[in-house]
Protein backbone atom coordinates (compact mmCIF):
# COMPACT_ATOMS: atom_id res chain seq x y z
CA UNK A 1 0.00 0.00 0.00
CA UNK A 2 1.49 3.67 -0.62
CA UNK A 3 0.00 6.76 1.51
CA UNK A 4 -2.67 8.05 -1.17
CA UNK A 5 -4.01 4.23 -1.18
CA UNK A 6 -3.86 4.04 2.94
CA UNK A 7 -5.52 7.07 3.29
CA UNK A 8 -8.29 5.85 1.01
CA UNK A 9 -8.88 2.96 2.83
CA UNK A 10 -8.32 3.80 6.31
CA UNK A 11 -9.15 7.63 6.32
CA UNK A 12 -11.16 8.63 3.99
CA UNK A 13 -15.14 7.87 5.23
CA UNK A 14 -17.65 10.28 3.36
CA UNK A 15 -20.42 8.38 4.34
CA UNK A 16 -21.49 9.49 7.86
CA UNK A 17 -20.17 13.55 7.97
CA UNK A 18 -22.44 15.91 9.60
CA UNK A 19 -23.37 19.08 7.88
CA UNK A 20 -21.41 21.18 9.73
CA UNK A 21 -18.22 19.50 8.24
CA UNK A 22 -18.10 21.53 4.43
CA UNK A 23 -15.30 19.78 3.37
CA UNK A 24 -13.36 16.82 5.21
CA UNK A 25 -10.73 14.61 4.48
CA UNK A 26 -9.46 14.46 0.77
CA UNK A 27 -9.05 18.38 0.05
CA UNK A 28 -6.16 20.73 1.01
CA UNK A 29 -7.43 21.48 4.21
CA UNK A 30 -10.96 20.52 5.95
CA UNK A 31 -13.80 23.63 6.10
CA UNK A 32 -16.07 23.32 9.13
CA UNK A 33 -19.20 25.50 9.47
CA UNK A 34 -19.11 27.37 12.44
CA UNK A 35 -22.35 26.49 15.37
CA UNK A 36 -24.09 29.73 16.10
CA UNK A 37 -23.93 30.94 20.08
CA UNK A 38 -20.58 28.73 20.11
CA UNK A 39 -17.37 28.93 20.87
CA UNK A 40 -14.56 26.15 19.16
CA UNK A 41 -12.14 24.51 21.72
CA UNK A 42 -9.31 22.71 20.34
CA UNK A 43 -6.44 20.86 21.62
CA UNK A 44 -3.41 18.31 19.81
CA UNK A 45 -1.16 15.54 21.88
CA UNK A 46 1.26 12.95 20.66
CA UNK A 47 1.64 9.49 21.43
CA UNK A 48 5.42 8.32 20.45
CA UNK A 49 5.96 4.73 20.68
CA UNK A 50 8.92 3.97 23.39
CA UNK A 51 8.04 7.36 25.34
CA UNK A 52 3.93 6.98 26.31
CA UNK A 53 3.37 3.22 25.24
CA UNK A 54 5.61 0.44 24.54
CA UNK A 55 7.98 0.27 21.24
CA UNK A 56 5.99 -2.72 20.36
CA UNK A 57 1.91 -2.84 20.88
CA UNK A 58 -1.15 -3.30 19.57
CA UNK A 59 -2.89 -1.10 16.93
CA UNK A 60 -5.93 -0.88 18.98
CA UNK A 61 -4.62 -0.14 22.48
CA UNK A 62 -2.46 2.66 20.59
CA UNK A 63 -5.77 3.90 19.11
CA UNK A 64 -7.16 4.50 22.40
CA UNK A 65 -4.73 5.87 24.16
CA UNK A 66 -4.27 8.41 21.39
CA UNK A 67 -7.51 9.35 21.52
CA UNK A 68 -8.57 9.59 24.97
CA UNK A 69 -5.86 11.57 25.43
CA UNK A 70 -7.37 14.56 23.51
CA UNK A 71 -10.76 14.04 24.36
CA UNK A 72 -10.20 13.64 27.89
CA UNK A 73 -8.90 17.21 27.63
CA UNK A 74 -11.75 18.42 25.92
CA UNK A 75 -13.75 16.88 28.29
CA UNK A 76 -12.10 19.43 30.88
CA UNK A 77 -12.77 22.13 29.25
CA UNK A 78 -16.92 21.22 29.29
CA UNK A 79 -16.57 20.48 25.36
CA UNK A 80 -18.37 18.52 23.52
CA UNK A 81 -16.27 16.77 20.97
CA UNK A 82 -17.08 17.02 17.29
CA UNK A 83 -14.04 17.11 14.94
CA UNK A 84 -10.80 15.13 14.77
CA UNK A 85 -7.41 15.53 12.85
CA UNK A 86 -4.71 12.25 12.52
CA UNK A 87 -1.40 13.00 11.89
CA UNK A 88 -0.20 9.59 11.86
CA UNK A 89 3.63 7.79 11.28
CA UNK A 90 4.26 4.43 10.69
CA UNK A 91 7.37 2.31 10.27
CA UNK A 92 5.36 0.51 7.27
CA UNK A 93 2.25 0.95 5.75
CA UNK A 94 1.11 -3.39 6.21
CA UNK A 95 -2.36 -3.80 6.82
CA UNK A 96 -1.35 -5.95 9.96
CA UNK A 97 -1.22 -2.87 12.58
CA UNK A 98 -3.13 -0.50 10.75
CA UNK A 99 -6.23 -2.38 10.08
CA UNK A 100 -6.67 -3.22 14.20
CA UNK A 101 -5.94 0.53 14.79
CA UNK A 102 -8.17 2.30 12.21
CA UNK A 103 -10.99 -0.13 13.31
CA UNK A 104 -10.76 0.72 17.04
CA UNK A 105 -10.17 4.61 16.00
CA UNK A 106 -13.18 4.73 13.91
CA UNK A 107 -15.05 2.96 16.71
CA UNK A 108 -14.20 5.32 19.62
CA UNK A 109 -14.64 8.38 17.25
CA UNK A 110 -18.26 7.47 16.69
CA UNK A 111 -18.80 6.58 20.59
CA UNK A 112 -16.94 9.97 21.67
CA UNK A 113 -18.94 11.95 18.61
CA UNK A 114 -15.94 12.93 16.58
CA UNK A 115 -15.73 12.99 12.74
CA UNK A 116 -12.21 12.81 11.38
CA UNK A 117 -11.57 16.01 8.52
CA UNK A 118 -8.45 15.09 7.88
CA UNK A 119 -4.83 14.26 8.93
CA UNK A 120 -1.23 13.34 7.47
CA UNK A 121 0.36 10.08 6.93
CA UNK A 122 4.30 9.60 6.84
CA UNK A 123 6.55 6.72 7.07
CA UNK A 124 9.19 6.52 9.93
CA UNK A 125 9.26 5.48 13.87
CA UNK A 126 5.20 4.49 15.07
CA UNK A 127 4.07 7.89 16.68
CA UNK A 128 0.54 10.24 16.29
CA UNK A 129 -0.82 13.30 16.92
CA UNK A 130 -4.77 13.99 17.40
CA UNK A 131 -5.79 17.45 17.09
CA UNK A 132 -9.22 17.38 18.61
CA UNK A 133 -12.07 20.29 17.98
CA UNK A 134 -15.01 20.75 20.49
CA UNK A 135 -17.64 22.75 21.59
CA UNK A 136 -19.63 24.63 23.96
CA UNK A 137 -22.06 27.46 24.41
CA UNK A 138 -19.66 30.90 24.21
CA UNK A 139 -18.35 32.15 27.54
CA UNK A 140 -18.85 28.48 29.41
CA UNK A 141 -15.63 27.06 29.30
CA UNK A 142 -14.53 25.52 32.36
CA UNK A 143 -10.78 27.01 33.22
CA UNK A 144 -8.21 25.72 35.08
CA UNK A 145 -8.14 29.19 37.25
CA UNK A 146 -11.09 30.26 39.17
CA UNK A 147 -10.38 28.14 42.53
CA UNK A 148 -10.92 30.09 45.51
CA UNK A 149 -10.39 29.48 48.86
CA UNK A 150 -12.81 27.52 50.58
CA UNK A 151 -13.97 25.26 47.70
CA UNK A 152 -13.87 21.57 47.86
CA UNK A 153 -11.63 19.25 45.64
CA UNK A 154 -13.26 16.62 43.84
CA UNK A 155 -12.47 13.88 42.24
CA UNK A 156 -14.92 12.39 39.34
CA UNK A 157 -13.89 8.68 37.97
CA UNK A 158 -12.85 5.21 38.35
CA UNK A 159 -10.97 4.98 41.84
CA UNK A 160 -7.12 5.90 41.07
CA UNK A 161 -3.49 3.63 40.97
CA UNK A 162 -4.61 1.48 38.45
CA UNK A 163 -3.27 2.64 35.35
CA UNK A 164 0.33 3.40 37.79
CA UNK A 165 0.17 -0.24 38.68
CA UNK A 166 0.41 -1.43 34.97
CA UNK A 167 3.72 0.60 34.06
CA UNK A 168 5.06 -2.10 37.25
CA UNK A 169 3.72 -4.78 34.64
CA UNK A 170 5.63 -3.51 31.67
CA UNK A 171 8.88 -3.53 33.43
CA UNK A 172 7.98 -7.00 34.54
CA UNK A 173 7.99 -6.29 38.54
CA UNK A 174 4.93 -7.37 38.86
CA UNK A 175 2.48 -9.78 36.83
CA UNK A 176 -0.02 -8.68 34.38
CA UNK A 177 -3.44 -7.75 36.09
CA UNK A 178 -6.50 -7.17 33.80
CA UNK A 179 -8.13 -4.46 35.18
CA UNK A 180 -4.89 -2.34 35.11
CA UNK A 181 -4.09 -3.37 31.60
CA UNK A 182 -7.84 -2.50 31.04
CA UNK A 183 -7.01 1.28 33.05
CA UNK A 184 -3.97 1.94 30.83
CA UNK A 185 -5.01 0.77 27.33
CA UNK A 186 -8.80 1.59 27.32
CA UNK A 187 -9.05 4.70 28.98
CA UNK A 188 -12.41 6.50 28.92
CA UNK A 189 -13.06 10.11 29.14
CA UNK A 190 -15.17 12.06 30.92
CA UNK A 191 -16.97 14.12 28.77
CA UNK A 192 -20.56 13.92 30.19
CA UNK A 193 -19.27 15.37 33.00
CA UNK A 194 -16.97 17.60 31.87
CA UNK A 195 -20.52 19.02 30.39
CA UNK A 196 -22.60 18.54 33.69
CA UNK A 197 -19.57 20.28 35.52
CA UNK A 198 -19.74 23.22 33.69
CA UNK A 199 -22.54 24.92 35.76
CA UNK A 200 -21.06 24.33 38.61
CA UNK A 201 -17.64 24.10 38.74
CA UNK A 202 -14.85 26.73 39.60
CA UNK A 203 -11.93 25.32 37.92
CA UNK A 204 -11.43 21.98 36.51
CA UNK A 205 -8.04 19.65 35.23
CA UNK A 206 -7.89 16.50 34.06
CA UNK A 207 -5.49 13.68 35.77
CA UNK A 208 -3.27 13.12 32.83
CA UNK A 209 0.08 13.56 34.50
CA UNK A 210 -0.68 12.55 38.02
CA UNK A 211 -3.22 13.66 40.63
CA UNK A 212 -0.97 16.07 42.91
CA UNK A 213 0.81 17.44 39.64
CA UNK A 214 -2.32 18.08 38.00
CA UNK A 215 -3.63 19.86 41.15
CA UNK A 216 -0.71 21.93 41.09
CA UNK A 217 -2.03 23.46 38.10
CA UNK A 218 -5.49 24.20 38.88
CA UNK A 219 -3.32 26.26 42.17
CA UNK A 220 -1.04 27.91 40.51
CA UNK A 221 -3.64 29.00 38.05
CA UNK A 222 -6.06 30.64 40.67
CA UNK A 223 -6.18 34.40 41.33
CA UNK A 224 -5.20 33.73 44.80
CA UNK A 225 -2.27 31.55 47.06
CA UNK A 226 -3.72 28.32 47.91
CA UNK A 227 -3.14 25.19 49.20
CA UNK A 228 -4.67 21.81 49.05
CA UNK A 229 -5.49 20.00 52.35
CA UNK A 230 -5.79 16.29 50.72
CA UNK A 231 -7.50 13.50 52.80
CA UNK A 232 -5.81 9.93 52.67
CA UNK A 233 -9.05 8.34 53.45
CA UNK A 234 -11.08 10.18 51.42
CA UNK A 235 -8.75 9.49 48.22
CA UNK A 236 -10.38 6.68 45.86
CA UNK A 237 -8.15 3.81 45.56
CA UNK A 238 -8.67 0.91 43.44
CA UNK A 239 -8.92 -1.77 45.75
CA UNK A 240 -6.59 -4.43 43.79
CA UNK A 241 -3.75 -1.75 43.71
CA UNK A 242 -3.76 -2.06 47.71
CA UNK A 243 -3.59 -5.49 47.70
CA UNK A 244 -0.95 -6.00 45.48
CA UNK A 245 1.18 -2.90 46.55
CA UNK A 246 -0.20 -2.19 50.25
CA UNK A 247 -1.65 1.16 51.34
CA UNK A 248 1.35 3.43 51.56
CA UNK A 249 2.59 2.62 47.85
CA UNK A 250 -0.88 2.37 46.50
CA UNK A 251 -1.61 5.93 48.30
CA UNK A 252 1.62 6.97 46.13
CA UNK A 253 0.37 5.73 42.89
CA UNK A 254 -3.31 7.19 43.37
CA UNK A 255 -2.29 10.54 43.92
CA UNK A 256 0.95 11.20 41.38
CA UNK A 257 0.54 8.18 38.60
CA UNK A 258 -0.28 9.69 35.55
CA UNK A 259 -3.01 8.47 32.64
CA UNK A 260 -5.62 7.94 35.16
CA UNK A 261 -7.92 10.27 32.65
CA UNK A 262 -10.77 11.41 35.45
CA UNK A 263 -11.32 14.98 36.02
CA UNK A 264 -10.44 16.44 39.06
CA UNK A 265 -12.52 20.32 39.88
CA UNK A 266 -13.28 22.35 42.65
CA UNK A 267 -16.64 23.66 43.30
CA UNK A 268 -17.29 26.18 46.32
CA UNK A 269 -18.26 24.71 49.66
CA UNK A 270 -22.40 23.24 50.11
CA UNK A 271 -22.34 22.78 46.20
CA UNK A 272 -22.57 18.59 45.47
CA UNK A 273 -21.56 18.23 41.93
CA UNK A 274 -24.49 16.53 40.16
CA UNK A 275 -22.37 13.62 38.48
CA UNK A 276 -20.99 11.15 41.19
CA UNK A 277 -18.18 12.18 42.58
CA UNK A 278 -15.81 12.11 45.96
CA UNK A 279 -14.72 14.85 47.57
CA UNK A 280 -10.96 14.51 48.43
CA UNK A 281 -9.59 17.56 50.22
CA UNK A 282 -10.45 21.31 50.20
CA UNK A 283 -8.52 24.89 49.38
CA UNK A 284 -7.50 27.44 51.71
CA UNK A 285 -5.49 30.65 51.88
CA UNK A 286 -1.78 29.72 52.39
CA UNK A 287 1.53 32.22 51.35
CA UNK A 288 2.27 29.47 48.63
CA UNK A 289 0.56 27.23 46.47
CA UNK A 290 1.08 23.64 47.60
CA UNK A 291 -0.47 20.93 48.87
CA UNK A 292 -0.56 18.89 52.19
CA UNK A 293 -1.81 15.36 53.02
CA UNK A 294 -3.82 14.74 56.26
CA UNK A 295 -2.16 18.20 57.48
CA UNK A 296 1.22 17.75 56.52
CA UNK A 297 3.72 17.80 53.67
CA UNK A 298 3.72 15.37 51.33
CA UNK A 299 6.14 12.85 51.48
CA UNK A 300 9.62 14.27 50.45
CA UNK A 301 10.37 10.78 48.06
CA UNK A 302 7.43 11.40 46.15
CA UNK A 303 7.67 13.13 42.44
CA UNK A 304 4.55 14.78 41.51
CA UNK A 305 3.27 13.40 38.53
CA UNK A 306 5.26 12.23 35.06
CA UNK A 307 7.85 14.47 34.27
CA UNK A 308 7.80 14.70 29.97
CA UNK A 309 11.17 16.48 29.55
CA UNK A 310 12.85 13.04 31.29
P1 LIG B 1 -1.53 17.64 1.46
O1 LIG B 1 -0.18 17.29 0.98
O2 LIG B 1 -2.29 18.63 0.67
O3 LIG B 1 -1.54 17.91 2.96
P2 LIG B 1 -2.02 14.85 1.81
O4 LIG B 1 -1.67 14.03 0.64
O5 LIG B 1 -1.12 14.90 2.97
O6 LIG B 1 -2.39 16.32 1.28
O7 LIG B 1 -3.43 14.38 2.32
C1 LIG B 1 -4.52 14.24 1.43
C2 LIG B 1 -5.81 14.33 2.20
O8 LIG B 1 -5.89 13.25 3.10
C3 LIG B 1 -5.92 15.60 3.05
O9 LIG B 1 -7.27 15.98 3.07
C4 LIG B 1 -5.51 15.14 4.41
O10 LIG B 1 -6.13 15.93 5.43
C5 LIG B 1 -6.01 13.70 4.43
N1 LIG B 1 -5.23 12.80 5.28
C6 LIG B 1 -3.95 12.40 5.16
N2 LIG B 1 -3.60 11.54 6.13
C7 LIG B 1 -4.69 11.37 6.91
C8 LIG B 1 -4.97 10.63 8.08
N3 LIG B 1 -4.06 9.87 8.69
N4 LIG B 1 -6.21 10.73 8.61
C9 LIG B 1 -7.13 11.50 8.03
N5 LIG B 1 -6.94 12.21 6.92
C10 LIG B 1 -5.73 12.16 6.37
MG1 LIG C 1 -0.38 16.70 4.10
Given at each position: ??????????????????????????????????T????????????I???????????????????A???S???????????????????????G??D????R??Q???????????G?????????Q????????????????????????????????????????????????????????????????????????????????????D???????????????L????V?????????F?????????????????????????????????????????????????????????????????
Amino acid sequence: MNEFELIRRYFRRHTDAPASVVVGVGDDAAVIAHTPGCETVVSVDSVIAGRHVPLICSGEGFAQRLLARGVSDLAAMGATPRYLLLSLTLPNFDSGWVDPFAERFHQLAVQWGLHLIGGDTTRGPLSAQVTVIGELPAGSALRRGGARAGDVVWMVGEPLGGARAYLDVLDGSVPDHPVWSARYWHPNPLIAEGQALREQATACIDVSDGLCQDLMHVLEAAVEPLVAELYTDAVPIAADVIEVFGAERALEYALTGGDEYCLLCTLPTGVTPSVPAEAIGELVTAETPGLRLDGEALPSDWQLGWDHSR
